[in-house]
């Protein structure tokens, strides 16, 4: 079955730099990576997805790239604000259900 | 995801105590998903259901146990064959049920056992 691996799991940076976060993942089948942001004590959010029929899509400060030869997908965010402090779940299709990797939690520091 | 709603927000139960978390949605999806999370675990997934009267288990489903006969409802019991239940429950829905459909999540449970 499908196995996502994320990292890292904490990553700290200044406000104003860029932060990445990537994962990793097995099935070469899958097709659908969705990236959440989950604030302390409240419901992961979907902030930006990929499809595998494009390599990069942007949102604003977000962007997500994808390399299906090598399996894996990653979030950058650029222009890191106090407000982008969370965690960052990645995730990819696993049969008829998604899973999910560990989580990264991201610190901005102003 | 304002749709999706679960209750309590906070929950105690006593060691061999069964509880039920409330998840109901009001988008007219079809899929729900119930997903544990515990701190550096991430995400796991419990029990989904892509139709009524229909579920299927998920990675953790032991000590757990759902039933959908409304569309709009996905309750899951926690019983006492659950040995570690303090964790924070999630429930999620999607539109379809293809894994190409993104899945909103309700605001969540804090179980603790006491």
């Known amino acids: 079955g499908e196995n996502v691996e994320q990292h890292p799991s904490t990553l700290s940076v200044q406000e104003g730099d860029s932060a990445v976060i990537k994962c990793t993942y097995s099935?070469?089948?899958?097709?659908?990576f969705p990236w959440y942001k989950q604030e302390l004590g409240k419901r992961p959010q979907l902030i930006i997805d990929i499809r595998s029929n494009v390599g990069e899509k942007k949102d604003q400060r977000i962007a997500v790239t994808l390399n299906k030869t090598a399996k894996h997908f990653s979030l950058h965010i650029t222009e890191t604000q106090p407000e982008d402090s969370a965690v960052y779940f990645c995730?990819?299709?696993?049969?008829?259900?998604?899973?999910f990797g560990k989580g990264t939690t991201l610190s901005v520091s102003s | 995801d304002g749709g999706i709603t679960q209750s309590p927000k906070y929950l105690f139960r006593k060691e061999g105590q069964n509880v039920t978390l409330s998840c109901e949605q009001n988008?007219?999806?079809?899929?729900m998903y119930w997903y544990r999370q515990d701190p550096g675990q991430g995400l796991r997934l419990i029990y989904y259901s892509q139709i009524v009267n229909d579920f299927q288990k998920g990675d953790i489903a032991e000590g757990y146990s759902v039933s959908r006969e409304k569309k709009e409802s996905f309750p899951l019991t926690v019983t006492s064959a659950q040995k570690n239940p303090t964790a924070f429950y999630l429930c999620?829905?999607?539109?379809?049920?293809?894994?190409?459909?993104?899945?909103?999540f309700g605001p969540g449970t804090r179980l603790t056992v006491l």
């Open positions: 999620a829905s999607s539109e379809g049920v293809s894994t190409l459909d993104t899945q909103y």
């Open positions: 099935d070469s089948a899958s097709n659908y």
């Open positions: 988008l007219n999806h079809d899929a």
């Open positions: 995730a990819a299709p696993g049969g008829t259900a998604l899973i």
